[in-house]
């Protein structure tokens, strides 16, 4: 499947008096248009902030992660303010919106607190849910390493998980950040489950682990097409260039 083509669409977050946050002109629910919250590029630049600081340097901006990768909101939002001009504006609804609309629900809020729920490089120990976990999930990687990692298993390089998808289609997306012609394997996270690992659902369609045993790792019978790939490829390429 390839990923929708959205070309030079502008998203913007605004908010609807009665549905909430939300990605777009109008909101998706009763068709108002709601106030206006944060442009396209304060949204993106808010994001990748945030992703950066509570996943590696949070102790950059005088910030203290506790072991389970939550920081205190309040001094989040004033760190940005005062260490980076452009956040100028940011206020903590900024922050509700960011989380409440973000698709890959890469962030959590819980009172006044807020962490990354993956992707972190710091030392931390997640508790996310490990109920309902799918038997399969989906690993990238290059064809170099892929016979590296079906003898020897999976181990965090520079993050503190191994992460996985959902999603076949996930995966490739993953996997073409990396490299032109990423590799798909298959986990067998029922069988893992049920030998004593643990793993957790730390967004939507993505999960985590500490380590991925080779016994419970196969190629995947299904690989990305060259046109599948070109798909992904402009996919990234728009990304990049906003």
């Given at each position: 499947m390839t990923p929708p083509f959205y070309g030079n669409l502008i998203v913007m977050i605004r908010e609807c008096e009665k549905d909430g946050y939300y990605r777009d002109e109008n909101c998706p629910v009763c068709g108002e248009r709601g106030k206006f919250i944060m442009s396209d590029e304060e949204m993106t630049n808010l994001g990748k902030t945030t992703a950066g600081l509570l996943r590696h340097f949070a102790d950059k901006y005088g910030l203290d992660v506790d072991q389970r990768g939550w920081v205190d909101l309040e001094h989040y939002v004033k760190a940005l303010r005062n260490r980076q001009?452009?956040?100028?504006?940011?206020?903590?609804?900024?922050?509700?919106a960011l989380v409440a609309t973000d698709t890959k629900n890469r962030y959590q809020m819980e009172g006044n607190y807020i962490r990354a729920t993956y992707g972190h490089s710091i030392e931390v120990e997640l508790d996310h849910p490990t109920e309902d976990i799918p038997d399969v999930l989906y690993i990238p990687t290059t064809e170099k390493e892929a016979e590296l990692?079906?003898?020897?298993?999976?181990?965090?390089?520079?993050?503190?998980?191994?992460?996985?998808?959902?999603?076949?289609?996930?995966?490739?997306?993953?996997?073409?950040?990396?490299?032109?012609?990423?590799?798909?394997?298959?986990?067998?996270?029922?069988?893992?489950?049920?030998?004593?690992?643990?793993?957790?659902?730390?967004?939507?369609?993505?999960?985590?682990?500490?380590?991925?045993?080779?016994?419970?790792?196969?190629?995947?019978?299904?690989?990305?097409?060259?046109?599948?790939?070109?798909?992904?490829?402009?996919?990234?390429n728009i990304r990049e260039s906003k």
């Open positions: 001009k452009r956040f100028h504006w940011l206020r903590r609804y900024h922050m509700d990692l079906l003898e020897g298993g999976i181990k965090p390089s520079d993050r503190t998980y191994v992460h996985l998808s959902e999603e076949y289609d996930a995966a490739v997306g993953a996997g073409v950040v990396r490299t032109e012609s990423p590799v798909i394997l298959r986990f067998d996270a029922g069988k893992a489950i049920e030998a004593g690992e643990i793993v957790m659902k730390a967004g939507k369609g993505v999960y985590i682990t500490k380590r991925v045993e080779p016994e419970y790792l196969s190629r995947n019978e299904k690989q990305p097409t060259e046109e599948e790939l070109e798909g992904y490829e402009k996919e990234k």
